[in-house]
């Protein structure tokens, strides 16, 4: 057939090509108000369950609630990861809940105390009193264990925070939730040691890559909910902040593109695996 015998010319530069086009042309229309709208209109409707059933669950928590939020990963994934940070910090200020920030990676102690203290100056709150910087916490599994027996011998920059929230709070059990946003194994580490042993609510935040992993905790019920890579960022924002064409940001934004991206490498998925199979069905019958 011609077609076929056409569709087996496309190389691997063409395929780098269509993709590199339809980039573009994404990303240059991504600031059009329509295909902005467009873009929202299609997001809100297709709010991943998982990152509903987290947000929820974080919505419920009564105000005055003391969370602990561990922003464990590092400059390489922040276009990720830091969406889904702020918006949590975002939440959690806004329903008054109180919040511990630490970091179990050296990288992420710097961004986690920067993007709270740049959330919490926007919502009024007052470090110390709303808010404790716990900062890089060593030891990865072992300091996740320590936290289920002594949460400030496990985080020491809490042994002498007068913060008022602090004063009863002894063990991870005082925690009303762990929200583990990880580009490695932490998010593992927390369900494994503080869901299974202690029984403490663990919700997720995470690369896109690691979401498949995730899922069989999430449906077994030892991970509450997730906000896996830019899609559940992007859910997320729109959640929280339910914004306007006008005022969506960049993950927002450009997850149109990107869902255009996916969709043009099916389809080249679905023509190599055409033409492999009608080759295979010509050598057959002869």
Not at 140 to 157: F, S, Y
Not at 214 to 233: C, E, H, N, R, T
Request: charged share 20%.
């Amino acid at each position: 057939m011609i077609i076929i015998e056409l569709l087996k010319r496309i190389t691997r530069r063409t395929i780098f090509l269509v993709v590199a086009i339809f980039l573009a042309l994404g990303t240059i229309f991504s600031d059009v108000y329509w295909v902005k709208k467009i873009n929202l209109d299609i997001l809100r409707k297709t709010i991943t369950p998982s990152s509903k059933k987290a947000y929820d669950f974080i919505e419920s928590l009564p105000s005055g609630s003391v969370v602990l939020v561990s922003a464990d990963y590092g400059p390489s994934t922040r276009v990720e990861a830091d969406p889904i940070l702020e918006n949590f910090l975002k939440q959690s200020f806004r329903k008054d809940l109180k919040v511990i920030a630490i970091s179990l990676w050296p990288d992420g102690a710097q961004i986690v105390a920067t993007k709270t203290r740049q959330i919490a100056s926007q919502y009024g709150k007052i470090e110390n009193l709303d808010y404790v910087i716990g900062g890089y916490v060593v030891g990865t599994a072992v300091a996740i264990e320590k936290m289920g027996i002594d949460l400030k011998d496990a985080i020491p920059l809490l042994k002498n925070n007068t913060a008022p929230f602090l004063a009863n709070l002894k063990t991870a059990n005082d925690l009303s939730l762990v929200f583990s946003i990880a580009s490695g194994d932490t998010l593992v580490y927390y369900i494994r040691i503080l869901k299974s042993r202690y029984g403490i609510n663990v919700v997720g935040g995470c690369t896109a890559v690691m979401a498949a992993e995730m899922y069989p905790y999430i449906l077994s019920g030892q991970l509450v909910g997730l906000f896996a890579g830019l899609k559940g960022a992007a859910d997320y924002e729109i959640l929280e902040t339910n914004p306007e064409p006008d005022q969506v940001s960049e993950v927002v934004k450009y997850m149109l593109t990107q869902s255009l991206i996916h969709t043009i490498l099916i389809i080249f998925i679905l023509i190599a695996n055409i033409v492999f199979i009608y080759d295979r069905l010509k050598i057959a019958r002869k």
